[in-house]
């Protein structure tokens, strides 16, 4: 069986939020050392927005080096004047497989719902180019996108709670469950299972959860 870690995040000189190791470098013979201790084939390399368009870079080279390992959801500047033209050539990056991003600046908010975004939607499906969202909170606007861009495939980050643990834990993490099941409906919508043991507060192989990832998968 394949396994794949759906969300891995590689750094240089540079300083991550609380959420993250406090590191400052994380490269990838870190992260090969690691995926062959724990017995994972391969993994999906997130640039981590908060360090700017850089670690695309950082991201790229890791994949131009060993492409049996690594793919990319990448990100930039989605108010760049070249942005479609961007969009339209992405997939001539060496393990760019499509986008990642999280919104979790206080003016990028307004994006879920505003039409700002109506451009990037309609680009990405056309050119066949998936979008992993951290969605929490979002999940209504989500839903309308869904609707709009049928053949554009969204992937809900973090089992569509607060990255980092930041929804809480155990049932305060998953109160708004429902929400994100009743996106099932939609076969363009997948759900990421990444960061899930930091919904819980027991340790490995955090039980208390267990109820909940199962209603995920059975949605």
Known sequence: MLIVDSQIHLWQNGKMSAQHRQIPTYSVDDALAE?????VDCAVIHP??????????????????HPGKFCILGHF???????????????ERPGMLGFRFTFNQPRQKAWWTDGSLDWFWAACERAGLPVGLLAGGNMAALARIA????RLKLHIDHLGRGGGGSAGTDA????????MLALAKHPNVGVKMSGAPSYSSQPYPYKNIHGYLRQIFEA
């Open 147 to 150: 609707e709009r861009h049928p």
């Open 48 to 65: 981590p927005s908060s360090l700017g368009e850089a670690v695309n870079v950082l991201a790229v080279e890791a994949a131009r080096r």
């Open 172 to 179: 305060a993490a998953f109160a708004d469950l429902p929400d």
């Open 35 to 39: 995926m062959a201790s724990a017995g």
């Open 77 to 91: 500047d989605l108010e760049s004047p070249d942005r479609e033209s961007i969009v339209a050539h992405w997939r």
